[in-house]
Structure formats: C-alpha cells, structure tokens
C-alpha cells in the first residue's frame, strides 16, 4: 500500500496566485515527520519544509506553509503569491519512528507549472 | 541548509564497466548517507542506507554485488555500481542526515549516468 500518495500528478497556475499541493500519508506510527522538497529540471532536491508529527503549529518556511491535519492524515503544501520559478516537481515525504535509519518514503510528485 | 556534494555529476560509460559515484557532506558530519536511484519522470526509491564504519543495509530487489556502497568516514560515502549495463542508466541521488534537534536529509545534486 502507498505510504505517501500525491493526488496532482500537474498543477498550473497563474502567477502570484497561491496554490496547494496535496499530501495524503499512512502510518501507525505514532511519531513521524512529513517533509516537501523541491526538484527542478536540474534534478538537485531542495528542502523546502518539515513538519514533525508532535508540533501542534503548522510548520511556515517563507512563502511555504504545510496544512497538517493528523486526523485526516494530510500534509497539504501551501505556496502563496507563486513565482515563475517555483515551476518544478514537488515531493511529498515521510520519516517514521525514532529508532533505526529512519529512512524517508517519497510520494509519486507533482508537477506544478507556473504561467505568466 | 546543510550542503552536500556529489561526483561526478554526469558519467557516460560503456557496458560492463564500473562506475563509482561520491557523496560528500561539506559542512557538517553524517553518520547516515542514504541513495536513491530516480528513473524519468518517477519518483525517487531508496536503494539503501549507507552506515559509517558498517556494511549498507539494502532495500529490498536492490543487489548488493552489483550496487557497491562504502561509508569510510562521517562525510564521505561511495557507491559503485559493478558492470553496468544500459538498463542501469539512471539519475542516482545521495543524501545525508543531520542529526539532533530538527534533523533532516540534505541531497546531493545527483549524478545522470548513462550506460552505453
């Protein structure tokens, strides 16, 4: 079963509009972290926010916010007033537990594409 | 963020060679590396869990005689993959985890190899 599901295989929207991405997870874990990075056409992996599964607030980077909502399981990416630039891949991921490597899980990504 | 390399950045090499790829962290120390292989317009699967001083643990289906891993100090991690083979082409990715209080996976700029 997917762990990490991403809903929006692509996005488009207008410029300085504010957009959502969309983030679903499943774990019984009771302590995880959610995570977005960034992936451009160049391929590099850009740290975009991390939430953790015990922070009551909902985690704010910049233009970035994450909507947690732990009841439905969903770590939605907020990008307000959206730039031509933000035009790239979007992953959604998951850390669970605290022991062992604690490795991340990857969602299938999201295109978003910016139009001028 | 914290930074981490990754060399070569491209590679082209001819069948049944062997190609080895570095990942480095720059400015902090990483006891966990970890490697991911990124098919076009896929997401990224983890192929395994680079640990200093001790042998990879390897996901599941990843062979671990054809993708060599060594972690031989707290920055540096290799993997070699041993007689490639053009359906071994691929983007390979590293990355290395902070530790303490707000940890997170920091990737390298990846490496495009193309086996001819």
């Known amino acids: 079963a997917q762990k990490i599901t991403q809903t929006q295989p692509g996005m488009f929207v207008q410029e300085k509009e504010a957009v959502t991405l969309d983030c679903t997870y499943d774990?019984?874990?009771?302590?995880?972290?959610l995570f977005w990075y960034k992936q451009p056409s160049s391929g590099e992996m850009i740290f975009l926010i991390y939430?953790?599964?015990?922070?009551?607030q909902n985690a704010t980077e910049g233009r970035y916010s994450l909507n947690f909502q732990k009841a439905r399981k969903s770590a939605n990416l907020v990008i307000s007033a959206s730039q031509l630039g933000d035009s790239a891949m979007y992953f959604c991921?998951?850390?669970?537990?605290?022991?062992?490597?604690?490795?991340?899980?990857f969602g299938q990504g999201t295109r978003l594409t910016i139009n001028p | 963020g914290a930074v981490v390399s990754q060399h070569p950045s491209r590679v082209i090499c001819k069948s049944g060679t062997s190609v080895k790829i570095e990942c480095r962290s720059l400015?902090?120390?990483?006891?966990?590396m970890f490697w991911y292989r990124q098919f076009p317009k896929q997401s990224l699967m983890l192929m395994a869990t680079?640990?200093?001083?001790?042998?990879?643990?390897?996901e599941q289906g990843v062979e671990k005689d054809k993708f060599l891993i060594n972690h031989a100090s707290l920055t540096l991690s290799t993997l070699t993959v041993t007689s490639a083979h053009p359906e071994d082409s691929s983007f390979y990715i590293c990355?290395?985890?902070?530790?303490?209080?707000?940890?997170?996976?920091?990737f390298g700029p990846g490496t495009r190899l193309l086996v001819l």
């Open positions: 991921a998951m850390r669970e537990g605290l022991q062992g490597a604690q490795k991340l899980v």
């Open positions: 400015d902090f120390q990483a006891t966990t």
């Open positions: 680079s640990n200093e001083g001790s042998k990879a643990t390897y």
């Open positions: 774990t019984s874990d009771q302590s995880y972290g």
């Open positions: 990355s290395a985890r902070t530790s303490g209080a707000g940890e997170t996976q920091y």
């Open positions: 939430q953790g599964s015990y922070d009551e």
